[in-house]
């Protein structure tokens, strides 16, 4: 009986060895399959050269080429305001008339001392030609009419400075006065901005000073006007570099027919230079950057899997760039013209997976995008 028993127990022994060994083999398996992951699928884009515009980049701020805040300069009661907040005026056209009523009576007695000095000089000079009057009389006769010829105009300056006048073609602000107010000398009155052309002021470092120079374009973008350039052109560079900086500050002129650019703004500039440049471009989507280097994923054949199709896997390649331009890059080092990159999802690659290609999906990269959602 006992016998029986130990067969028995030797029997389930070997039976549950077995089993546990072909378990192992099963998982051993699943892992050795595991390691295999299934190719990632991928947009590419080839490398390839374009000839991009040499342009250097600034910020800057509009500045109006006639812009002054109209301030009285003497001290007077506003009795007449004959402009509208917002409106164009033309060089001369009355603004605001301060009460000029004592100044008037004082010019009409100026005036009749000024005939009656004219009419003695007049007489002084046919007495001292007929030497009935002396040289010293016919001088004081003279000093007196100069004199009230310039007590006339003081009178005339004094009425024109009180009667303010527009001094040159532009757009009026808001209204700062009311009438019957109290102006003293240096109260604001409106703003007036010249804005057709408006000037561009920018700033750019000295070490480009050499290959800048008047009549070169420039383009001008801001905010205001999203997706919209307008060209103007270098009107003026300063003939000394500021010292706390070492830039040097530039100005272009900006046609403004339309008045959509007003002095202020806040733009930013590109500077057309006469040269080309041939670069080595890639699409911006195809760069994985990280700090100690940036890097792209070449696609390649897989010479150790005979049986994969040609492209199959990646190869990480660390570059140099260089300037950005749209949706494009350029490549100064580490790539090469024609060869083919991951362009959409480098993040999720790693040097030497397997890929599939399907560009069916891939966006459309251009130099001068238009996104619809801005």
Do not use: C
Not at 25 to 52: D, F, H, K
Not at 238 to 260: F, L
């Amino acid at each position: 009986m006992k016998k029986y028993l130990l067969f028995a127990i030797m029997g389930l022994v070997v039976l549950i060895g077995a089993l546990t060994g072909i378990k192992a083999l099963q998982i051993s398996q699943m892992a050795n399959q595991g390691r295999q992951p299934l190719p990632e699928t991928v947009t590419t884009a080839v490398a390839q050269m374009q000839v991009w515009e040499s342009v250097l980049t600034s910020v800057g701020s509009l500045v109006a080429v006639h812009g002054v805040m109209i301030s009285a300069e003497m001290t007077g009661k506003v009795v007449k305001i004959v402009f509208e907040p917002g409106s164009m005026v033309q060089t001369g056209d009355l603004l605001v008339q301060q009460d000029t009523s004592e100044e008037a009576a004082e010019l009409r007695s100026a005036e009749a001392t000024v005939e009656l000095t004219k009419v003695t000089l007049q007489r002084a000079r046919t007495l001292l030609s007929q030497g009935t009057f002396s040289q010293a009389e016919y001088d004081n006769a003279d000093a007196q009419h100069k004199q009230a010829l310039a007590q006339a105009d003081n009178i005339r300056a004094v009425i024109a400075k009180k009667t303010i006048r527009a001094p040159f073609t532009g757009l009026l602000g808001i209204r700062l006065v009311n009438l019957g107010q109290i102006l003293s000398p240096g109260d604001q009155i409106v703003s007036l901005q010249s804005l057709d052309p408006i000037f561009a002021n920018f700033s750019l470092p000295q070490q480009q000073l050499a290959r800048i120079r008047s009549d070169l374009t420039v383009r001008v973008e801001t905010d205001a006007l999203p997706g919209e350039v307008i060209e103007g052109v270098i009107t003026a560079i300063n003939p000394q570099v500021e010292t706390s900086t070492r830039n040097i500050m530039v100005q272009a002129t900006v046609a403004n027919a339309q008045q959509r650019l007003r002095p202020g703004m806040f733009v930013n500039l590109t500077v057309l230079l006469p040269e080309q440049d041939r670069v080595l471009v890639i699409p911006a989507t195809a760069v994985l950057n990280a700090p100690y280097s940036d890097s792209v994923f070449i696609v390649e054949n897989d010479a150790s899997d005979k049986k994969s199709p040609p492209g199959t896997i990646v190869r990480q390649q660390f570059v140099r760039l260089g300037v950005r331009r749209g949706d494009f890059v350029a490549v100064i080092a580490g790539l090469k013209e024609g060869e083919t990159v991951v362009s959409t999802g480098v993040f999720k690659l790693r040097n030497g997976q397997a890929v599939a290609v399907d560009n069916t999906l891939a966006p459309a990269f251009k130099i001068a995008p238009t996104p619809k959602d801005t």
